[in-house]
């Protein structure tokens, strides 16, 4: 699990590179070479990149119509249509799930791919509730659900008999990380003290984290066995997202609290938060808070996010949607939300996010069962 634990560590630096007009497309690609958003000639216009698409689909060099790269030569989806509607099915309450649909949704709106949008919460059972209601939809190719760790852990802790791809996988999107944060006026200044504390007693500190078994409980409980203490041992108070964990955090109702960086960016900004450690390989720009790593636990751990289809989607609007999805990723205005959530632009569509699924299922059971969750 070691591998699994650290996936995020090898996600390149390159995807973050931007320039001045977004991600860099700049240099002229043959279509050989060709992927989506890569620049192409006057003289190629028309001309097909045979398999170099998404699901082995072709490329073709034409002039875009709309969004950031309206009127460039760009290798695109010839076929690709704009999405009328996206109805959400989001599988908590409002926070990080909602965050990324909004993003999604939102990027799609400016680079002219989606009309409109709308969120359903259905919080519960670790998003169990929700996948199951999402699963209940049937002749809507409008439908979507939101997913990620949150959710694969959580239907594995609240042991659910529902099957994650018994929906269609659309693409995974983003990986984001963990902070571990504290109100200003605590007293853990360093992620070393909090865990000494723990140590001694570890379930003298009520930590405020996400759905039992999804990414916060995750994160917290392989910090504590990094540091040698028992995760089941843990106070750990669930809540349904990470606006709950700040009012809770706040308040003084519990005296840690965990969830994603962007949750609580702007109350660290402000001062009200002070951050004990973040899941990252790195420092995360803009965002005031040592690794773990950096401070002898070595644990690096993100969140994954992603889109489902309804089961019974047609395969002409699976793939049109995996391919206005697949636009969407390489676009500037997806860049801008990476940049300002502190995401990782880790993307893997269709088949290649099924796979990912395949292989992950099992690979975040396991990392349960040894958290006792």
């Known amino acids: 699990m070691k591998s699994f634990s650290r996936i995020a560590a090898a996600l390149a630096v390159a995807s973050l590179l931007v320039t001045s007009a977004g991600i860099s497309h700049a240099a002229v690609k043959p279509a050989f070479k060709a992927t989506v958003g890569d620049d192409c000639t006057a003289a190629s216009i028309g001309k097909t990149a045979a398999g170099r698409g998404v699901d082995g689909t072709d490329l073709t060099c034409l002039v875009v119509t709309t969004g950031s790269y309206k009127g460039m030569n760009k290798w695109w989806y010839k076929d690709v249509k704009p999405l009328n509607k996206i109805d959400w099915t989001v599988p908590a309450n409002p926070g990080g799930y909602s965050l990324t649909s909004n993003a999604i949704s939102d990027t799609l709106k400016a680079e002219g791919l989606l009309s409109e949008y709308t969120s359903t919460f259905k919080p519960g059972a670790g998003g169990s509730v929700g996948l199951g209601a999402f699963q209940?939809?049937?002749?809507?190719?409008?439908?979507?659900?939101?997913?990620?760790?949150?959710?694969?852990?959580g239907m594995y802790s609240n042991k659910s008999p529902l099957n994650l791809l018994s929906s269609t996988p659309i693409a995974k999107v983003l990986r984001e990380y963990d902070a571990i944060v504290v109100p200003a006026s605590s007293k853990y200044r360093t992620l070393n003290q909090l865990m000494d504390d723990l140590k001694a007693k570890p379930n003298g500190v009520a930590i405020a984290g996400g759905s039992k078994g999804g990414i916060d409980h995750q994160v917290i409980g392989l910090l504590a066995q990094k540091a040698g203490i028992d995760p089941t041992k843990l106070n750990y108070v669930v809540f349904s997202g990470g606006?709950?964990?700040?009012?809770?955090?706040?308040?003084?109702?519990?005296?840690?609290?965990?969830?994603?960086?962007?949750?609580?960016?702007?109350?660290?900004?402000?001062?009200?938060?002070?951050?004990?450690?973040?899941s990252s390989a790195k420092a995360l720009k803009g965002f005031k808070g040592k690794t773990f790593t950096s401070q002898g636990y070595d644990l690096v751990y993100?969140?994954?996010r992603g889109i489902m289809a309804p089961a019974d989607i047609s395969a002409a609007d699976r793939l049109n949607f995996i391919k206005v999805i697949d636009i969407m990723h390489i676009s500037p205005s997806w860049q801008a939300q990476l940049v300002k959530n502190n995401w990782d632009n880790e993307f893997a569509a269709g088949n290649a996010f099924k796979t990912f699924l395949e292989k992950h299922i099992p690979e975040i059971n396991a990392v349960m069962k040894g958290l006792g969750i």
Request: net charge neutral; no cysteine.
């Open 243 to 278: 606006p709950e964990v700040i009012t809770s955090v706040l308040s003084n109702s519990t005296q840690v609290g965990i969830s994603g960086s962007s949750e609580f960016a702007a109350f660290v900004a402000s001062g009200k938060l002070r951050v004990l450690g973040v």
């Open 136 to 153: 209940e939809i049937k002749g809507k190719p409008e439908a979507a659900l939101v997913v990620g760790i949150a959710l694969t852990g």
């Open 302 to 304: 993100g969140n994954w």
